[in-house]
């Protein structure tokens, strides 16, 4: 499984987005987010990022299924 966020600040706007998606083991598309952080800086648009990824992967059942490998 492979977990890749982004985040991404937008200084004419004042506000900050993050996004990510999690694949599983040959690459296949598993789940995706995106989110819009309103004022926020561009590191914490990346911790957001890594945060709701970290999460998401919990949710496909990862930590469940890969217990002990």
Not at 12 to 24: E, F, K, N, P, Q
Not at 48 to 69: E, F, P, Q
């Amino acid at each position: 499984m492979t977990l890749n966020t982004d985040g991404a600040f937008k200084a004419s706007l004042g506000t900050a987005i993050a996004g990510g998606l999690v694949r599983d083991g040959a690459g296949g598309w598993l789940k995706g987010f995106a989110y819009h952080l309103d004022i926020c800086s561009v590191l914490c648009a990346e911790l957001w990022g890594i945060l709701n990824g970290i999460d998401m992967a919990w949710w496909v059942d990862y930590r469940k299924n890969h217990r002990g490998s």
